[in-house]
């Protein structure tokens, strides 16, 4: 066979949407402890540069403190969780939704982060994959990561739009 065969495909591999998708950076997080996520964002919508990233806090995270990003503006959506949780001996019912990056520009053919830190609490199922939605938007076109997998079905790897995801490990 060919050399021209395999690089056609190594190059159609590398090219899939699996490859460029906004993901978190760290693949595990300890439920009952603090987690700072990081979302790298390796490219623009179709060419177009990034303009504005919001991210939706799943139920059971709290806590949540976004990075400042030089450039960029930063505000949180505040609303009520569906439950109370302890933190810190003080019990929280409302604290972030959403964290949402804007104002700022990152051209499509550069790479950046977008930081949050937040506490996972012990609501949260050890051994699942807790999905942080994603909506990036662009001068031109959005990009909605947003696809979750139906309970016990193996990570997105083959949708167009996976949310990004973490594993989350048991307390030591």
């Given at each position: 066979m060919s050399k021209i065969p395999w690089l056609i495909l190594l190059a159609a591999v590398a090219a899939s949407p699996t490859a460029a998708h906004v993901?978190?950076?760290?693949?595990?997080?300890?439920?009952?402890?603090?987690?700072?996520?990081?979302?790298?964002?390796?490219h623009g919508c179709a060419g177009s540069p990034t303009v504005k990233l919001r991210v939706q806090?799943?139920?059971?995270?709290?806590?949540?403190?976004?990075?400042?990003?030089?450039?960029?503006n930063?505000?949180?959506?505040?609303?009520?969780?569906?439950?109370?949780?302890?933190?810190h001996g003080n019990k929280l019912s409302s604290g972030a939704k959403e964290v949402v990056w804007?104002?700022?520009?990152?051209?499509?053919h550069n790479y950046d982060?977008?930081?949050?830190?937040?506490?996972?609490?012990?609501?949260l199922k050890p051994n699942t994959t807790l999905y942080f939605p994603v909506v990036q938007e662009c001068e031109k076109g959005i990009s909605r990561w947003i696809e979750i997998p139906a309970?016990?079905?193996?990570?997105?790897?083959?949708?167009?739009?996976?949310?990004?995801?973490?594993?989350?490990?048991?307390?030591?």
């Amino acid at each position: 066979m060919s050399k021209i065969p395999w690089l056609i495909l190594l190059a159609a591999v590398a090219a899939s949407p699996t490859a460029a998708h906004v993901y978190l950076e760290g693949k595990q997080a300890t439920v009952g402890a603090s987690y700072k996520a990081v979302f790298a964002v390796p490219h623009g919508c179709a060419g177009s540069p990034t303009v504005k990233l919001r991210v939706q806090i799943p139920e059971g995270v709290i806590a949540v403190k976004p990075m400042p990003k030089a450039g960029w503006n930063v505000d949180v959506i505040e609303g009520e969780y569906a439950s109370e949780y302890d933190y810190h001996g003080n019990k929280l019912s409302s604290g972030a939704k959403e964290v949402v990056w804007s104002g700022g520009k990152l051209p499509d053919h550069n790479y950046d982060e977008f930081v949050l830190s937040s506490f996972l609490t012990d609501s949260l199922k050890p051994n699942t994959t807790l999905y942080f939605p994603v909506v990036q938007e662009c001068e031109k076109g959005i990009s909605r990561w947003i696809e979750i997998p139906a309970e016990g079905t193996a990570h997105p790897h083959e949708d167009k739009s996976p949310a990004p995801g973490v594993k989350l490990l048991p307390k030591p």
